[in-house]
């Protein structure tokens, strides 16, 4: 039986998230480093919406539920006139990953809800490491890659959408195996149409320029899976296109407003850096420990994520 990558790709991608118990299991992100990732996202959505008179945040993919915890746990301490009026918006379709996130923000349960369709709403779309989810076409010298009796078949690109991505990337060298998500732009366009006015803050690893060895992965208790085309349930990604996301976002009325390291967003926070100089001037263990973790989202997570700020304006 013949499927192409992408189809493989969206099949194996879905059972994951249908079935995964926990993603803790499998990989971690920078809101299960520390608390501290939370607070300075918190700072940055007063600093974008705080003056909105019925703002909303949509988060795309919660996971644990521990960014959202770690947002309005902030919120409500230090700026309890905001979150006195701001609702928060989940959107996740793994019905365990739902359930978990219900028990982490039960001290919250009158402000989250969960939704199965992309509300509308002006405030702000949260994205940290949402988009790296979706399937990708791998395309190579005008070829597509296709799976038949798990032997690799490259076959001539048919679909004139991604004819037309290829051509308005410039994805023009034929030694290179392109990741074509076409889903991520259509996602794109739909957050757009629904935002009546706000921001979109997007959170996960990727470039401008696709890396030579492609950056399709499989990761299953922390380890890269080296058979890809294996059986086994696991967490399948490829590196976001943020050339892509800003280039195709201009057509949706989105105007780029930053793009930066995930490093260099973090220490654009006063929030952030005020509490990582207490820890560092207070040598206590615990303090250590969480300078340890600190040290993961700035140093080895700083270069390789990306944060891209997107602005729609109300029409």
Request: hydrophobic share 40%; charged share 30%; with cysteine.
């Given at each position: 039986m013949r499927k192409s990558f992408y189809q493989f790709m969206k099949e194996k991608s879905i059972r994951y998230y249908t079935e995964c118990e926990d993603i803790g299991q499998d990989f971690f992100t920078s809101p299960e480093l520390d608390s501290i990732f939370g607070y300075a996202i918190g700072e940055w959505i007063l600093k974008l919406i705080g003056d909105y008179r019925n703002p909303a945040i949509l988060e795309l993919g919660a996971g644990r539920g521990t960014l959202a915890y770690d947002i309005l746990s902030f919120l409500k301490t230090n700026h309890p006139s905001f979150f006195e009026r701001v609702r928060y918006?989940?959107?996740?379709?793994?019905?365990?990953?739902?359930?978990?996130?219900?028990?982490?923000?039960?001290?919250?349960?009158?402000?989250?809800?969960?939704?199965?369709?992309?509300?509308?709403?002006?405030?702000?779309?949260?994205?940290?490491?949402?988009?790296?989810?979706?399937?990708?076409r791998l395309i190579k010298d005008g070829k597509e890659l296709y799976l038949e009796d798990g032997k690799e078949v490259w076959l001539p690109v048919e679909d004139e959408r991604v004819k037309e991505y290829i051509n308005r990337l410039n994805l023009k060298d034929s030694s290179v195996v392109y990741e074509v998500c076409l889903d991520c732009v259509e996602f794109l366009q739909k957050l757009s149409k629904n935002l009546k006015e706000g921001y979109i803050l997007t959170v996960d690893y990727g470039y401008l320029q696709q890396p030579f060895g492609g950056t399709?992965?499989?990761?299953?208790?922390?380890?890269?899976?080296?058979?890809?085309?294996?059986?086994?349930?696991?967490?399948?990604?490829?590196?976001?296109?943020?050339?892509?996301?800003?280039?195709?976002?201009?057509?949706?009325?989105?105007?780029?407003?930053?793009?930066?390291?995930?490093?260099?967003?973090?220490?654009?926070?006063?929030?952030?850096?005020?509490?990582?100089?207490?820890?560092?001037?207070?040598?206590?263990?615990?303090?250590?420990?969480?300078?340890?973790?600190?040290?993961?989202?700035?140093?080895?997570?700083?270069?390789?994520?990306?944060?891209?700020?997107?602005?729609?304006?109300?029409?």
């Open positions: 918006f989940i959107y996740d379709f793994s019905p365990k990953l739902r359930e978990r996130q219900r028990q982490t923000l039960k001290v919250f349960e009158d402000k989250v809800d969960w939704v199965d369709e992309l509300p509308s709403f002006s405030g702000l779309v949260l994205s940290n490491e949402f988009f790296d989810c979706f399937p990708v399709v992965m499989g990761y299953k208790g922390h380890r890269i899976v080296k058979n890809l085309y294996s059986e086994e349930v696991f967490d399948i990604t490829a590196s976001v296109n943020f050339r892509a996301l800003m280039e195709y976002g201009k057509d949706f009325g989105l105007d780029v407003i930053f793009f930066k390291n995930q490093r260099d967003f973090l220490l654009l926070s006063e929030v952030f850096k005020r509490e990582l100089k207490n820890l560092t001037e207070r040598q206590e263990p615990g303090n250590i420990e969480r300078l340890s973790r600190i040290k993961t989202m700035l140093i080895s997570m700083g270069e390789r994520f990306k944060v891209l700020l997107q602005r729609k304006c109300s029409a």
